[in-house]
C-alpha cells in the first residue's frame, strides 16, 4: 500500500474496527475514526496505540460520537477517500430485546454514513454486512443472490442497510462494497456479558474453569472466521481497481462449516482442558441452524484468500485471552 490515503473507520474501538485501524496504521495510512464507546471500549484504542507506536498514532484522528448523528458522520468523511464503516449495534438476542437501537444504529447509522460520504466526495464506502441477512434460506452453502426472509431486527437492520448502499450506488455514483461476514473471531472480541460471542465467551469459561453454556444440542454449525480475514476482505474491497468488483456484496469467511461441539472440542484441546462441564441452554430466537459460506465470489472479483483457518485463528487468538484470564483462572 504505497500509497498514502485518508480512510475513516467507524466502530474503531470495537472488534473489527480496532484490527482495521491497526493495520491502516502499519502501513502509514492517516485515519480518522469513530466511536461512541456504546459497545467498544477504550482500551482497545489503547491497545492499538501500544502496538503501533507514537509515531504511528499520530497519523489518526479520533472522534468520540455517535453516527446517530449526522454532524459527527459529516466530521468524519471531510477530506476522506475511503470509508469503513464497521459500527453497528451487533447481536441477534439484543437487537430482538431493543430493536429501535438495533434500528438507529444499524440503519439510521448506516444512512447518515452514505449520506456523510456523498456529501464528502468519498471515492469508496465499504461496510460490514452479516451473514444473518440469509435468514430462512435453508439451502447451503450459502451464495450472495439468493438470500431469505430475516430472522431478527438486526438481520433486517443488515438487509436495510446493503439496499441502501446498492441505491447510493445507483443513485449518487459512490462506490460501494458490502462484506457479509461469518462468525469472526479473534483479539479483543467481548468475551463479557449475555451476549458476547460464542468463542470468547467458551475460552474465558474454559480458563477460568467454569462450565460452558450451550444454546441447543451443539450440532448447530457455523463458519467461523479469523478477524485477519476479515481485514484483508475489507483492504482487497477498498483498494480494489476491479470495476467489476464494485457494488456488490460478498460472502467472507473461510468455507468450512463447524459444529458448535467440535468447536468446544478444539478449544478445550487447544488449553489442555480434558474435564468440560456443559450446560445445554434452549435454542436461542433467532438463530439460524446452520451457516456456510461460498466465496467463490470474493475469491473471483476481489483475490479474497483466507490466511486462517478456525484452528489457526484459534492458536493465534488465545495468547490474547490466556494473557486477559490465567490470573484471574489461577486466583
Known amino acids: 500500500m504505497a500509497t498514502v490515503r485518508t480512510w475513516v473507520v467507524t466502530g474503531s474501538a470495537g472488534f473489527i474496527g480496532s484490527h ?31 502496538a503501533v507506536g507514537a509515531q504511528a ?38 437487537s430482538i430485546a431493543d430493536p429501535l437501537a438495533t434500528h438507529q444504529a444499524n440503519v439510521d447509522g448506516s444512512l447518515n454514513m452514505l449520506i456523510a460520504a456523498r456529501e464528502a466526495g468519498v471515492r469508496r464506502f465499504v461496510y460490514a454486512s452479516s451473514s444473518s441477512t ?37 443513485c449518487y455514483g459512490l462506490e460501494t462494497v458490502g462484506l457479509r461476514y461469518f462468525n469472526v473471531f479473534g483479539p479483543r472480541q467481548d468475551p463479557e456479558g449475555a451476549y458476547a460471542a460464542v468463542i470468547p465467551r467458551w475460552i474465558r469459561a474454559l480458563l477460568l474453569g467454569q462450565p460452558v453454556e450451550i444454546n441447543g444440542d451443539g450440532e448447530t454449525t457455523r463458519d467461523f472466521c479469523y478477524v485477519a480475514n476479515a481485514v484483508q476482505a475489507n483492504l482487497r474491497a477498498a483498494l480494489t481497481d476491479n470495476p467489476k468488483a464494485l457494488n456488490r456484496v460478498y460472502n ?17 484441546g487447544l488449553l489442555g482442558r480434558r474435564a468440560v ?32 483457518t478456525l484452528a489457526s485463528g484459534l492458536r493465534e487468538a488465545l495468547p490474547w485471552y490466556v494473557s486477559r484470564f490465567s490470573a484471574a483462572a489461577a486466583a
Do not use: M
Not at 491497526?22 to 496505540?49: C, H, I, M, Y
Not at 468455507?255 to 478449544?267: K, V
Not at 438463530?287 to 466465496?295: F, M
Not at 472479483?301 to 490466511?307: A, G, S
Open 20 to 50: 482495521l485501524l491497526e493495520e491502516l496504521l502499519r502501513q502509514d495510512q492517516r485515519v480518522v475514526s469513530v466511536d461512541d464507546f456504546s459497545t467498544g471500549k477504550p482500551g482497545n484504542l489503547a491497545e492499538v496505540e501500544e
Open 57 to 94: 498514532w499520530k497519523r489518526h484522528r479520533f472522534i468520540e460520537g455517535s453516527i446517530a448523528d449526522l454532524e459527527v458522520c459529516r466530521a468524519a468523511c471531510q477530506g476522506a477517500e475511503i470509508v469503513l464503516h464497521q459500527a453497528a449495534r451487533g447481536s441477534v438476542p439484543r
Open 134 to 170: 440469509y435468514g430462512d434460506h435453508e439451502a447451503l452453502p450459502k451464495e450472495e443472490p439468493v438470500i431469505g426472509r430475516p430472522l431478527s431486527p438486526y438481520a433486517a437492520s443488515k438487509q436495510i442497510s446493503e439496499i441502501y448502499a446498492g441505491v447510493f450506488a445507483r
Open 252 to 268: 467472507i469467511a473461510v468455507g468450512e462449516s463447524t459444529s458448535l461441539n467440535a468447536l468446544l472440542e478444539l478449544a478445550s
Open 277 to 308: 462441564e456443559r450446560i445445554h441452554r434452549p435454542f436461542r430466537a433467532g438463530d439460524v441452524r446452520h451457516s456456510l459460506a461460498d466465496i467463490g465470489l470474493a475469491r473471483r472479483l476481489l483475490d479474497y484468500r483466507p490466511t486462517h
